[in-house]
């Protein structure tokens, strides 16, 4: 997977912008709620969401990956202006965020909390720490992968459920939005971020999950 390259301190729950090379476009953060998952150190790895200062995520992914865990960074391709040219570039499916695969203590929780660039990780404490389940971070990798388009979209609770059945996101599951007779809108989600995105779809390629 082709990853983006990527500070001032976070006021306020925004994420700052910093000085990057090439430049991508800027997003501003809401700071996370708060969540109500709680638990213990974790005995079995897990996902876990990380929330990075502006454009500071590749810089975190790398630390994190020297460090020997097991980062993701998922991208998306996004048309980018400067002056008056127009290129494709690589950039994070969630701005500001990117997601870590391990079974936390709290040594390793500490040693998260030393990278350069993290906000934090998501969650009260090192032993109250939110999961992913494997199936979301499964589905945003998949349409990471087939290098589709790709649109941030609202996060969405309810609608029909569906499961694509053929293609290169065959078993990924998600909303449907119709859009029209043959063409639709599946919207993948992360619930822990709160987050959306969505790829076009054939609706003959679907079915009820």
Avoid at 63 to 82: C, E
Avoid at 119 to 137: A, C, F, N, Q, S
Avoid at 169 to 186: F, M, Q, S, Y
Wanted: a positive charge.
């Amino acid at each position: 997977m082709v990853r983006p390259r990527g500070g001032a301190r976070t006021k306020g729950g925004e994420a700052l912008p910093v000085n990057v090379e090439g430049g991508t476009q800027q997003v501003e953060l809401a700071a996370p709620s708060v969540w109500e998952a709680g638990g213990v150190a974790a005995t079995q790895p897990a996902w876990y969401a990380l929330w990075t200062r502006s454009h500071c995520e590749q810089l975190v992914y790398d630390q994190l990956a020297a460090r020997g865990f097991r980062p993701s960074l998922p991208t998306v391709d996004i048309w980018s202006r400067h002056g008056s040219l127009r290129h494709l570039t690589r950039s994070p499916m969630f701005p500001g965020y990117l997601f870590m695969h391990h079974a936390m203590d709290k040594p390793s929780y500490v040693e998260v909390r030393k990278v350069r660039g993290l906000v934090r990780v998501l969650g009260e404490r090192w032993d109250r720490l939110p999961t992913i389940p494997d199936g979301e971070i499964d589905a945003i990798h998949r349409i990471a992968d087939a290098r589709i388009p790709v649109l941030a979209h609202p996060y969405l609770q309810e609608g029909q459920r569906v499961r694509i059945c053929r293609g290169p996101l065959a078993d990924v599951e998600g909303i449907l939005l119709r859009t029209k007779p043959t063409k639709g809108l599946l919207v993948v989600s992360v619930e822990l971020l709160r987050r959306s995105v969505a790829v076009e779809v054939d609706c003959t390629c679907v079915t009820p999950a």
